[in-house]
């Protein structure tokens, strides 16, 4: 055994009692004060605990009879002796456990319990009372008992020690002295409770033990008795009265920890043998008395001095003692049985009385007890809830208790005006429902909707009508601690004033919308208290499974999300400057309602991240659940229906299946229907119960009525209680008949019940209609005169069948509604109905089952549907006005992210957007910068990398709260790009505006080129113009002349500004919080977008390029300085734009990444595209050009997508359309585009249609440098057969491409001359050259014609020629009077090929005849033409003469085909003509055709078309014999047509060339013969010289 302290308990012992002793030696009349006393309690100690009857045994005598004190005790001897015995057995005694605990403490108990000692004497004992608790008694200390025994030797210590606490007592010298002794009292309580160790002797026992564990319910309650005592004494110092209040709460922290650790099997077994015990123990108590019936007398002084003895224990009444005072407060006895009576330990029956105190000491109708004692018990029972709320459900009997009569008066002070007192009762509401939720569902309902409706401003909507009705919830009363109206009892008969009437008592609630607005402290008190209830991660959860899907309450859970959205924005009407109260930042209530709806927003990202708990397998299912909420949205919808009308509510409601009979139903099926209406109406708390009363009460609703008032059993029931539940279904019509039919259904069904005291249904009828009245005029606060029972009865007389009712009957009706009023439905107003709708709450909790309590994520999906569109709105709301609040930003940017996460997972891409939309307005880049100027921002060199130093990058980079807003923003967009829709245009708008400023990485700002490549988009100015002059071909100075003028060689800086140190610094800032952003990574999940979300962001890039395009050329309305209006149209060129730029070619990324989607992406962007080129002069040559680069970027993908081909060759006729200015800047880009999509795909061009557009774009591109090589070499390869190829649809086209290639070389080649005015030089020039190459590829053509010709579908082969050989024939024919010498050589000389060629040879011969008229003869007739003459002098005859050449050889070559054709005759007249005219005056012609034309001459002859006349006919004119001539007419015609003007031309060549012939040998010949073997032989040397010529 070891003691608790170092110091021997022996010594300590003695030690105390020489302070004690000394002091009362020091006063020697400290016994004999008169003063007034001060006692705890005046019951005497039990007999068997009674210091007079302690034996030897225990090791004290009695010592000598003096006085008898007032209490039994000793007098002034008797309190000092014992003090000696106590010396004398320490000192003759070794092991003080050899004394009992009580011997030790006796003798301080005594002076603890005499009246006589003084208070410092008093305040001595108790000090050492408090050393002897700590230091001495633990030795004495065993495991606590678990049972019923006998009292161990310790516990009876302490049950003397505990009466004598409670029965201290001692003169009254000054208040700071007896607070004192009362410090020194609590302080002993204290130790009492304190854990102490176990001696040694117990080494199983482990831990620590208090000495509670040793006491009875008894001592326990006499603890708790002092303590409550002390704080129902106003007089007390609040220091005192805290300290009290804070002994008290270690007791209840001890007794409720206690009930934690108990079962209530086990407690049940404890009080039965408790009982047992205590009933054999009252037996011998009863035998003792029976021995001695002499009753101690008592002095005149003691009930003098007891009538001057302040009481401070008596908290409640009889009441409080009554634990206490079962078996202790009995009379004493000499004659006691010595026996240690049985212990059983505290447990239940103190913690039921305790509990049953703390709620009666809350009543706040009972003006008994002070807003002090309130506080006081508030803060009691708040530490009974915390210690052991949760364990309070296992016990009904202190459960019910909490959840009838505890929260009823604990709502009712959350109402009070007192700060303290309502701060202290929502704490304890909040522990309350923190503790004992899910025994508290439909008071949790009552208290959310309370504080939802009393703080919502400025004026709050009245709850649900089914809130405040007879089955319903009531509304909370105000609390105060006046006068009381809730109790009838007190309540006179008589009638009440009109001030009564007009002011109603403190304690009658008044309707929350009557109630004065919030103030600022309270709602906050009240926020965090709804702060900490919503804590549980399940709270939300909660909500929903049990109000929102039950049909029988509110949706409390889209209130309470209601009503924390509003909550987040400020209240109250504007100020009075007229400003809002918007931007004002957030107070404290703001904060705490952002807070909630962040919690709940945790919580579900928790259960998706962490996963759920499972659903409770007791719970209903979650689909019996979700049935439950469809349910209640259809019978909102039929109640509703009901209440304007009640027959389409009825029938709405049976269609839905909610009104139907039920299978236990019997009777006619117009019966059953009946019945089931009358359930729904009986049992549905949502309908509107004036209109429920009148329509039953109906005519026509005879039989519904019957069955509504046949539901009702009213068997053993008085008429006055089957009356007041009538009633409370429905409000009374106010018209006599209606009521009549009521009165006389309710009577016929109540007799059927046989009601022993009425005789006849039309007895109970009159008596029916008498209770009605009586309740009116009992309760009508306008009547003066109350009606008396004897007026009652007096009233009814004679008709009960004719007989009087029995006056017992009547009086018990009276006595019944006089103390409780038939409240009708929509009355309950006041105490009485806070007290009937309360009383209603608690049955209807009885048959609502337990609340569900459960964090499961089953309907997180269908809360965060309901509720994402307000929580974002408040959120994004509280992240704007919380600039300066980092930790309100953390915590909004958190609920962002978290919101982002669920609407991932539950599929709602409209949150992103909302989150996308309220983010961009906080990131401060959503600045509108149309007026954007080219000048140049200063750039540094920082940190090896480029800075460019903008007034918003310096914006950006000071704004804490933009970029987290911006990091947040991109962060949730990455990885949810494909769920934005609506957010994309603030998105692009961002980029927007970090392009402007230099701030996006570089991969976002290139653009491709058919040409460059990639290449970064130029952000200055460019200041060419649509219409350029026409620049000169070739050279180096051409090339750097091309260069300065394109718009990426253009210079235009501005100068430069100074930076500070602090700019560079805020501006290195924004780019490494945009370097965070990952911006890459995120347009790269942009360029991979689905449809769907594609779409959107297409049509966003398009509305913002269309803002800053096409937006600006529309019509603008303005007025005028008059007043009219007039419409404005945009006049001249928009200044270059770099956003127009990145706009497109963010489109056109896009929609080429996203090749499968072309057929969706290509009409919105073509149109706008085609919008933008519709009006080319009205932009910059960039942003043309990059528009052109773009169709043609999109027609390559168009162009693999047969069902888009249409398509392509709209795009290709929008670029045919362009202004030949506009085309002539964009023609590289266009041609090379075009490239692209012919060398793709060779079969992608048709139709003669869509050849037409190609053919068109290219010739549009003949005249630029560099656009038409790109075109020559296509039309190159068609020629040789290569790429697309040559087609009867695209021949005509190539040929003319080529005809005005040759064409343009001619004119390039005169302006050359014309512009040096000197002789054309040796070298081409590139125009010439291209010239000539197209000629080589019109003489190209021969190889494919064939094939063509093959393939044509023509209907003969003259058409076919016509189609084919005609054109280029024609082309060669015209350019051979081509200014430029050199194409008209190469075209002479491929002409004569193609007609000397073997496949125009063997042609047809009714082509042959076209070859002169359509080819031959208009170069011919051209050539004599001054003016083409002109154009180059010295080449110009040398061309006519190899003209006339081809003319004679062409014909030579096919005069022997030309021979049976009747137009023989004629052509070769004409080719007469032309060279008649070609050799007239020209000799060196005349030498050289001349040879040609002999050849022919001797042709023809050698043919036999050409035939001089007979030499007889010549002779015949000299005087000779005349020979016959046998020429046909077409040779005569031929000749004499012909002979003249060879004449002419030739002189003599006929007669030496072709003689007059002799004879008959060629006199036979006819027009068309085909020539003799013998014939004339033809000068082969002359046709061989002819033949020499070259090109032939």
Excluded at 268 to 296: F, H, P, Q, S, T
């Amino acid at each position: 055994m070891s003691a608790p302290t170092d110091l021997p308990p022996t010594t300590l012992l003695l030690q105390e009692v020489q302070t004690v002793t000394s002091a009362m030696r020091r006063n020697q009349r400290w016994a004999s004060s008169s003063s007034a006393g001060f006692t705890t309690s005046q019951a005497p100690l039990p007999p068997y605990l009674h210091a007079a009857r302690v034996r030897k045994k225990h090791g004290l005598a009695s010592g000598k009879r003096g006085r008898t004190s007032l209490d039994g005790g000793a007098d002034e001897g008797d309190l000092m002796g014992g003090f000696v015995e106590l010396r004398r057995s320490l000192g003759e005694t070794k092991d003080i456990t050899a004394l009992s605990p009580l011997d030790l403490a006796q003798p301080f108990l005594a002076l603890i319990r005499s009246q006589l000692t003084s208070g410092p004497i008093t305040s001595l004992a108790l000090t050492s009372l408090h050393a002897l608790i700590l230091s001495v008694l633990p030795i004495y200390l065993t495991p606590p008992p678990t049972s019923v025994g006998p009292s161990t030797p310790l516990q009876i210590a302490l049950a003397h020690i505990t009466s004598a606490l409670s029965q201290c007592r001692f003169p009254s010298s000054s208040p700071q002295q007896d607070e004192l002794v009362l410090l020194r009292l609590l302080r002993v309580i204290e130790a009492l409770a304190t854990p102490l160790p176990y001696p040694n002797q117990y080494p199983s026992a482990s831990g620590t033990a208090s000495m509670l564990e040793q006491m009875g319910d008894e001592s326990v309650c006499e603890l708790l008795e002092v303590g409550l005592g002390m704080l129902a004494r106003a007089r007390l110092s609040e220091g005192l009265r805290n300290t009290a209040q804070s002994c008290v709460q270690v007791i209840v922290r001890a007794c409720f920890t206690r009930l934690k650790h108990q079962t209530p099997e086990g407690v049940e077994r404890l009080l039965k043998a408790g009982r047992e015990a205590e009933v054999e123990r009252e037996e011998k108590e009863r035998n003792a008395k029976a021995k001695d019936k002499v009753e101690k007398p008592e002095e005149p002084e003691k009930q003098e001095i007891v009538a001057n003895t302040v009481v401070i224990a008596n908290v409640d009444g009889p009441a409080l003692n009554g634990l206490a005072s079962e078996g202790t407060r009995a009379s004493l006895s000499e004659d006691i049985d010595d026996t240690p009576p049985p212990f059983t330990p505290y447990g239940l029956p103190t913690i039921l009385e305790l509990l049953r105190v703390l709620i009666a000491l809350l009543n706040p109708s009972d003006q008994a007890h002070t807003d002090s004692m309130r506080l006081a018990a508030l803060a009691i029972l708040n530490t009974a809830l915390e210690v052991g709320g949760s364990s309070l459900g296992d016990w009904p009997e202190l459960c019910e208790g909490v959840r009838d009569e505890g929260c009823r008066y604990l709502f009712q002070l959350t109402r009070s005006d007192s700060p303290l007192l309502l701060a202290q009762s929502l704490r304890t509401t909040s522990t309350l429902f923190s503790t004992m939720l899910p025994h508290l569902k439909l008071q949790l309902e009552l208290f959310l909707s309370y504080l939802i409706d009393r703080l919502t401003p400025p004026t709050p909507s009245p709850l649900p009508l089914h809130l405040f009705n007879a089955a319903s919830r009531p509304a909370s009363p105000a609390a105060s601690v006046g006068e009381s109206a809730a109790n009838p009892d007190s309540q006179p008969s008589g009638a009440a004033t009109p001030a009564d009437v007009a002011t109603p008592a403190a304690s009658t609630p008044r309707p929350i919308s009557l109630l004065p607005p919030v103030p600022g402290e309270t709602k906050e008190l009240m926020l965090e208290t709804l702060t900490q209830i919503a804590l549980r991660p399940s709270f939300m959860v909660d909500l929903w499974t049990n109000f929102d899907c039950s049909t029988e309450s509110e949706d409390l859970f889209e209130r309470l999300v209601g009503f924390l959205t509003r909550g987040v924005y400020p209240p109250g009407p504007p100020k009075p400057d007229g400003s809002s109260n918007l931007f004002d930042g957030l107070d404290a209530a703001q904060l705490l309602s952002l807070e909630i709806l962040l919690s709940f927003i945790s919580a579900m990202n928790d259960r998706l991240e962490d996963g759920s708990d499972d659903w409770p397998s007791t719970a209903p299912s979650s689909e019996e659940l979700v049935g439950r909420k469809g349910r209640k949205g259809i019978l909102l919808t039929g109640a509703a229906m009901f209440n304007a009308k009640p027959k389409n509510g009825i029938v709405f409601l049976e269609k839905q299946g909610l009104i139907a009979p039920s299978a236990d139903d019997e009777g006619t099926d117009d019966e059953k229907r009946q019945k089931a209406i009358a359930r729904f109406l009986r049992s549905s708390t949502r309908l509107d119960k004036k209109l429920l009363g009148e329509y039953i009460s109906r005519p026509d609703q005879v039989e519904l009525l019957n069955a509504f008032i046949g539901l009702f059993d009213f068997k053993g029931k008085s008429i006055a209680d089957a009356m007041r539940e009538l009633l409370e279904t429905f409000r009374l019509p106010g018209e006599a008949q209606p009521i009549a039919r009521i009165t006389e259904t309710f009577a016929a069904h109540f007799f059927s019940f046989a009601p022993p005291e009425i005789a006849s249904q039309d007895a109970v009828y009159v008596l029916a209609y008498s209770v009605i009245m009586l309740n009116t005029d009992l309760h009508n606060p306008q009547n003066r005169k109350r009606m008396t029972i004897d007026d009652y009865k007096r009233n009814l007389r004679g008709v009960n069948d004719g007989k009087d009712f029995d006056p017992e009957y009547l009086a018990s009706i009276h006595e019944s509604i006089k103390k409780r009023e038939i409240i009708l439905p929509e009355e309950h107003v006041g105490q009485p109905g806070f007290d009937y709708a309360w009383k209603s709450l608690m049955q209807r909790s009885r048959t609502a089952g337990a609340m569900i309590v459960c964090n499961a994520d089953v309907f997180d999906e269908s809360m965060f549907r309901l509720s994402w569109r307000p929580l974002i709105s408040s959120i994004a709301y509280a992240f704007t006005m919380s600039a300066q609040d980092e930790h309100v930003i953390q915590k909004a940017i958190t609920g962002f992210r978290q919101c982002a996460t669920l609407a991932g997972h539950f599929h709602l891409p409209e949150v992103f957007d909302t989150i996308v939309l309220s983010l961009a307005s906080a990131t401060g880049l959503l600045e509108d910068d149309e007026r954007y100027e080219t000048a140049t921002f200063p750039v540094v060199e920082k940190e090896n990398q480029s800075v460019t130093v903008s007034p918003l990058a310096i914006r950006f980079g000071q704004s804490y709260r933009s970029q987290l807003a911006t990091v947040v923003l991109f962060t949730i967009a990455k990885g949810h790009g494909g769920a934005i829709r609506e957010g994309w245009l603030q998105l692009f708008e961002m980029f927007q505006t970090l392009f402007l400023h230099s701030l996006l990485p570089s991969p976002m700002l290139q653009m491709e080129d058919f040409l460059a490549g990639t290449t970064t988009i130029p952000m200055k100015s460019a200041q060419p113009t649509l219409a350029p002059e026409r620049r000169p071909e070739g050279g180096l100075l051409s090339t750097l002349s091309s260069y300065l003028l394109s718009p990426y060689g253009s210079s235009n800086d501005a100068l430069v500004t100074e930076t500070s140190d602090e700019d560079v610094e805020n501006t290195l800032v924004a780019v490494d919080c945009l370097s965070s952003c990952k911006l890459e990574e995120f347009y790269a999940e942009i360029l991979t977008l689905e449809l769907d979300a594609l779409l959107p962001a297409l049509r966003a890039i398009r509305h913002l390029a269309e803002s800053r395009t096409t937006a600006k050329l529309q019509v603008r309305t303005e007025r005028s300085e008059t007043g009219s209006p007039r419409q404005i149209r945009f006049e001249g060129q928009l200044p270059y734009d770099p956003a127009c730029v990145f706009h497109l070619e963010l489109m056109v990324s896009l929609a080429t990444r996203g090749k499968e989607h072309i057929a969706e992406t290509w009409p919105v962007i073509f149109e706008y595209i085609s919008a933008l080129l519709g009006s080319a002069q009205s932009y910059s040559v960039l942003l043309i050009e990059r528009a052109v680069v773009g169709l043609l970027r999109l027609c390559l993908l168009v162009s693999e997508t047969p069902s888009l081909r249409d398509q392509l060759y709209l795009a290709l006729d929008v670029l045919r359309s362009l202004p030949s200015s506009a085309l002539n800047a964009v023609s590289e880009q266009l041609m090379a585009g075009v490239a692209r999509i012919l060398e793709k795909d060779s079969t992608v061009v048709k139709s003669q249609t869509e050849w037409g557009l190609i053919i068109a774009l290219f010739r549009a591109t003949v005249a630029h440098p560099e656009a038409s090589k790109v075109t020559l070499e296509i039309v190159q390869k068609m020629a040789s057969g290569e790429g697309p190829g040559l087609t009867a649809d695209n021949f005509g086209g190539v040929v003319a491409l080529l005809d005005e290639f040759a064409t343009a070389a001619g004119a390039a080649a005169a302006g050359r001359v014309q512009g040096r005015r000197a002789p054309p030089q040796t070298a081409l020039g590139p125009a010439v050259e291209r010239g000539l190459t197209a000629l080589d590829s019109l003489y190209e053509l021969r190889n494919a014609i064939p094939q063509l010709i093959e393939a044509a579908t023509t209907s003969s082969k003259h058409d076919a020629w016509n189609a084919f050989w005609l054109p280029p024939l024609l082309v060669l024919s015209k350019q051979c009077v081509n200014g430029c010498r050199d194409i008209r050589q190469r075209a002479i000389s491929y002409l004569q090929r193609l007609l000397l060629s073997p496949q125009l040879l063997s042609g047809d011969q009714s082509t042959l005849p076209m070859i002169f008229d359509r080819v031959l003869f208009p170069v011919m007739d051209e050539l004599l033409k001054p003016q083409v003459y002109e154009r180059d002098p010295q080449g110009m005859a040398e061309t006519r003469l190899k003209a006339a050449t081809i003319l004679c050889k062409i014909f030579l070559q096919y005069v022997v085909r030309l021979v049976e054709s009747e137009a023989v005759v004629g052509l070769f007249v004409r080719v007469l003509d032309k060279l008649e005219r070609f050799m007239r005056g020209e000799k060196d012609m005349l030498n050289e055709a001349g040879e040609s034309l002999k050849n022919v001459i001797l042709v023809m002859h050698s043919s036999g078309l050409l035939l001089p006349p007979p030499a007889t006919t010549t002779a015949t004119a000299t005087g000779g014999a005349a020979a016959e001539d046998t020429r046909s007419e077409e040779q005569k015609n031929l000749w004499a047509s012909t002979a003249g003007r060879i004449e002419r031309i030739l002189p003599g060549f006929l007669a030496e060339a072709l003689p007059a012939e002799r004879g008959a040998s060629g006199a036979g010949a006819k027009a068309g013969d085909k020539p003799a073997a013998t014939g004339p032989v033809t000068p082969k040397t002359s046709l061989d010289r002819e033949r020499k010529v070259p090109g032939s």
